[in-house]
């Protein structure tokens, strides 16, 4: 297959980014431009309320200041980090000190943006954690003849190309991601929906449209408790 052009951040399209950041005009600048390219910005003030967010609702990027009140950016990841190992993290300082530095790659960050976090600079950075997300990857082989491309959200099966919603592309993503592990309808909706979510049947209705477009021996159902995405047929 041929694969059609597209921009690496069209990835972002059905993607929801935290953003933590005290200072109220960083702030604007910044949520302004993620909400060109993001699905969702949710933004906070602290350390302490980012991790309050993560505790209810999924998100696919962190953006988070260093220096914060309550708790600071470092250490708020330091808490992250300890439940999740993969999810891209930016963060953004006005004093780039060693320390901080170390602590940082430590701590597996993406991208260390100085402070005043110019236009140009946020997108570059954003590039990288598109490439991330993706793993490096523009098409991702489902099974035979059908392949996905995770920044067009499209499928191509059998030289037919199916375009997917974006609640679709955002739970088959998700789905690859936890690829032979049972997925529980509670993890799907604060994946998909936060804490704004709806009936049991709203998840029925997409994973049925998904099993439409790649098939719907790929996504089995477990009795009473989710659904198993499997990579072998």
């Known amino acids: 297959m041929k694969s059609k052009k597209f921009d690496l951040l069209d990835i972002l399209s059905d993607k929801k980014v935290l953003f933590a950041e005290d200072d109220e005009g960083v702030a604007k600048n910044t949520i302004e431009i993620l909400e060109f390219f993001f699905k969702e910005v949710i933004a906070v003030t602290n350390g302490k309320?980012?991790?309050?967010?993560?505790?209810?609702g999924s998100y696919d990027v962190l953006?988070?200041?260093v220096l914060m009140p309550e708790l600071d950016g470092i250490e708020a990841i330091r808490q992250v980090r300890k439940k999740d190992k993969n999810i891209p993290?930016?963060?953004?300082?006005?004093?780039?000190?060693?320390?901080y530095l170390w602590?940082?790659?430590e701590l597996k960050i993406t991208?260390?943006?100085?402070?005043?976090c110019y236009k140009d600079t946020i997108i570059k950075a954003l590039k990288a954690v598109s490439l991330e997300l993706a793993e490096n990857k523009t098409e991702i082989k489902l099974y035979e003849n059908c392949i996905y491309n995770p920044y067009l959200k499209t499928i191509y099966k059998?030289?037919?190309?199916?375009?997917l919603s974006t609640n679709e592309s955002r739970l088959l993503e998700y789905f690859i991601k936890h690829s032979?592990?049972?997925?529980s309808y509670d993890r799907i909706y604060s994946?998909?929906?936060g804490a704004d979510a709806p009936s049991k049947e709203a998840i029925k209705f997409i994973i049925k449209e998904l099993r439409k477009k790649i098939g719907k021996e790929m996504i089995e159902n477990v009795y009473g408790v989710g659904y198993i995405y499997k990579t072998t047929l």
């Open 63 to 65: 953006i988070f200041d």
């Open 89 to 99: 993290i930016i963060i953004i300082s006005a004093h780039i000190e060693q320390e």
């Open 158 to 163: 059998d030289k037919t190309e199916v375009r």
């Open 191 to 193: 994946y998909i929906w």
């Open 111 to 116: 991208k260390y943006l100085p402070k005043p």
């Open 103 to 105: 602590r940082a790659i």
């Open 180 to 183: 032979d592990q049972v997925v």
């Open 49 to 56: 309320e980012a991790l309050n967010e993560l505790e209810n």
